[in-house]
């Protein structure tokens, strides 16, 4: 009557995910957008990172990154725990030999001995160490989880990090290449001062515009400085320079396709991590539910003797007990129930923390969207404003030549080109930052 009374209680129900979850609506704009099952994240990393020297980084990454083994170490710490709980159901045996001397009063001393194992088994009927494995296997998933996550994060870091090199390196080629420009314009104006054509003032904006870029060719190497610095850490390698391609030749798949919100349960690790945080205080309030009820404990042993024996007899006499004993806590200073409480709450606790994950994760698919989408709008504007702005240098130079333009327009139309091509190398970078904020997303680099 009592396994009956504890089976039709809740201390033995298994976790099972909320029907109030909402995840349909993580996506913003899903009408407009194509219903797929098919995602970017369900892409390798090599898939989508096709620069050889990107691969080479991010496998350096992935086996000496710090963090990711200290997570390593935390899914093995996990293992351990979870077969710790599993051996709990078998009898735990032990041997404990004895042996001893006693006289009285100088009489010639006694010798006894006993050689003998006892066991013990505790039944599971309030079903806590089914509950206890169940807490402790929900604890290695979220621990793999996590391990994923930290897997995937280094990914789009150490990706982020090297396109961010290959974008200082661009702006630093267009600094360079102005510079040349400029030192030139300053040769032409002070020619132009010796026939009479131009002036002091000009010549000393143009040395101001001069030496300004020079300060921002200072400013992009130490970048570029601290940016390697950045990513070596991550990869756990020594001070050295890294090895890179160029901006202009990365190739990434033209469209992106996110799958449907559901998919983010099952994709995303730290999504993952969360619901087995919940599984966990699930089956933990099912633990502390179970300190109610009472434990059945069977044990025994047996071996052998001589005592009281007076003499050594070998093997001696055979010696056995066995016993059960129940225990049931009727008054505990309200620990138990103080327990029920603390795990309950840390069950809505980690419920909110879930839905949350599940909000954060959609956020992070629709801006890292939203961004790539702009990025690609703005260059096309981009290459638009930079071919007008060459035209437009190309006939200011022209008038230069045949009218009595003043030269205080070309170098304001060099300025111009300078920040377009600037910030079209920022627009560039800025979509390969949406496509690995978009992959990070949607839950891929676990590959």
Not at 15 to 21: A, D, F, I, M
Not at 90 to 115: I, R
Not at 226 to 234: A, G, Q, Y
Not at 429 to 438: A, C, H, M, S, V
Request: with cysteine.
């Amino acid at each position: 009557m009592l396994a009956a009374i504890m089976c039709s209680c809740s201390i033995h129900t298994k976790y099972q995910r909320s029907e109030n979850l909402s995840v349909s609506e993580a996506y913003r704009d899903m009408d407009a957008m194509e219903q797929d099952t098919t995602t970017i994240g369900s892409l390798s990393w090599r898939e989508l990172f096709t620069d050889p020297y990107l691969q080479s980084l991010i496998e350096t990454g992935l086996e000496h990154n710090t963090d990711l083994q200290i997570a390593f170490l935390r899914v093995e710490q996990a293992e351990a725990v979870l077969k710790s709980s599993r051996l709990a159901y078998l009898p735990s045996v032990n041997l404990a030999p004895q042996g001893a001397l006693s006289s009285f009063d100088g009489s010639t001393p006694s010798k006894t001995y006993s050689l003998a194992a006892s066991a013990s088994w505790e039944i599971d009927l309030s079903g806590k160490l089914s509950n206890t494995e169940r807490s402790n296997r929900a604890i290695l998933e979220s621990s793999n989880a996590y391990c994923q996550a930290v897997q995937t994060q280094l990914i789009a870091t150490i990706a982020n990090s090297y396109y961010t090199l290959l974008r200082l390196d661009r702006q630093l080629e267009i600094n360079l290449a102005t510079l040349k420009n400029w030192e030139e314009n300053i040769n032409t104006l002070q020619t132009l001062k010796r026939a009479g054509q131009s002036n002091d003032p000009a010549i000393l904006r143009a040395e101001a515009n001069r030496l300004s870029l020079e300060s921002s060719i200072l400013a992009v190497r130490k970048s570029i400085n601290e940016t390697e610095n950045s990513l070596l850490v991550l990869l756990g390698s020594e001070a050295q320079s890294v090895e890179r391609g160029v901006l202009a030749g990365q190739m990434f798949p033209e469209t992106m396709a996110i799958g449907v919100p559901l998919q983010l349960l099952a994709n995303r690790p730290d999504v993952r991590q969360a619901e087995y945080n919940v599984a966990q205080t699930h089956y933990a309030t099912n633990v502390a539910r179970a300190a109610f009820y009472p434990s059945i404990t069977l044990s025994g042993s047996a071996g052998w003797t001589n005592n009281p024996g007076s003499a050594i007899v070998n093997p001696g006499e055979f010696l056995w007990s066995a016993a059960a004993s129940l225990f049931q806590p009727i008054f505990n200073k309200g620990v138990n129930q103080a327990n029920l409480k603390v795990a309950k709450a840390q069950a809505e606790e980690a419920a909110l923390q879930f839905q949350q994950s599940i909000l954060n994760a959609g956020k992070e698919v629709n801006n890292a969207l939203v961004q790539w989408q702009t990025a690609q709008q703005q260059i096309y504007l981009g290459d638009q404003q930079i071919e007008t702005l060459q035209e437009a240098m190309r006939k200011i130079e022209l008038l230069m030549r045949y009218s009595s333009t003043n030269y205080l327009e070309v170098l304001t139309a060099q300025q111009s080109l300078l920040q377009a091509e600037q910030s079209q190398a920022q627009n560039q970078f800025d979509k390969i930052q949406g496509i690995i904020n978009l992959y990070h997303a949607v839950g891929g680099g676990t590959q």
